[in-house]
């Protein structure tokens, strides 16, 4: 009888822990170089460079680098595909909303002179 029970026991577990793992959502990997264009910037050509995305722990960096120079997304939030955060050139604060997606991500720097928008594609 005890074994019984132990089994009917096992076996409930071992469905409840399985129907468990197959629920957990995963998330894509967005870290990695991307190419991108920065393109909608009043009275200048399109910036075109390479975004590192890495990850340590919970900590997301994303390093902008072009011919302008090199900086870093501040305030950075990677929730999901969604990711933003703020970098400062010459002075002027840019906010950054975009979304990545199938290797490529797009979105929009907006300042207080309007948007310019990004579009970036994976190495």
């Not at 970098?87 to 290797?103: A, N, P, R, Y």
């Amino acid at each position: 009888m005890k074994s019984r029970m132990f089994l009917i026991l096992s076996l409930c577990l071992s469905c409840l822990f399985t129907s468990q793992a197959m629920t957990i959502p995963t998330f894509a990997d967005h870290t990695g170089t991307y190419e991108f264009v920065v393109s909608d910037i009043p009275d200048q050509p399109d910036v075109k460079g390479t975004m590192v995305v890495s990850k340590t722990g919970d900590e997301v960096k994303v390093k902008f680098s072009s011919e302008v120079g090199e900086v870093y997304l501040s305030n950075t939030k990677l929730e999901g595909d969604k990711l933003s955060g703020k970098i400062e050139v010459q002075g002027l604060v840019l906010s950054l909303k975009g979304t990545f997606s199938d290797g490529g991500f797009e979105g929009q720097f907006n300042t207080e002179y309007g948007a310019m928008g990004i579009s970036a594609t994976k190495k």
